[in-house]
Nanobody, 125 residues
């Protein structure tokens, strides 16, 4: 079982950047497919980006393509989400997730088995 802890959220102005990190522990990080999701109160969790265990395959929601970049450092057991050109509609709690299916960049929340507690990202206009 893997434990996930997100960090790096905060308040930023529209057009700014943030980098989220997700530190993994408790299991072999490099075997897991990883993803980022976000959620607003009262709404369903929304896929943002996914990455395979090796990093060779990535997937993005259309709303963040060209602005966000997912990456991982298996030596540091850490997942990243670089967020550029942020918009107010990017405001949400961001969660990292791990899937035992590591070979693909998965897009559905039901495909992930472990979740972090989330970090708040707020983009002001």
């Amino acid at each position: 079982q893997v434990q996930l802890v997100e960090s790096g959220g905060g308040l930023v102005q529209a057009g700014g950047s943030l980098r989220l990190s997700c530190a993994a522990s408790g299991s072999t990080f490099s075997i897991y497919g990883m993803g980022w999701f976000r959620q607003l109160p009262g709404k369903e969790r929304e896929f943002v980006a996914g990455i395979s265990w090796s990093g060779s395959s990535t997937n993005y929601a259309d709303s963040v393509k060209g602005r966000f970049a997912i990456s991982r450092d298996n030596a540091k057991n850490t997942l990243y989400l670089q967020m550029n050109s942020l918009k107010p509609e990017d405001t949400a709690v961001y969660y990292c997730a791990a899937s035992r299916t590591g070979g693909r960049a998965l897009t559905r929340a039901t495909q992930y088995h472990y979740w972090g507690q989330g970090t708040q990202v707020t983009v002001s206009s």
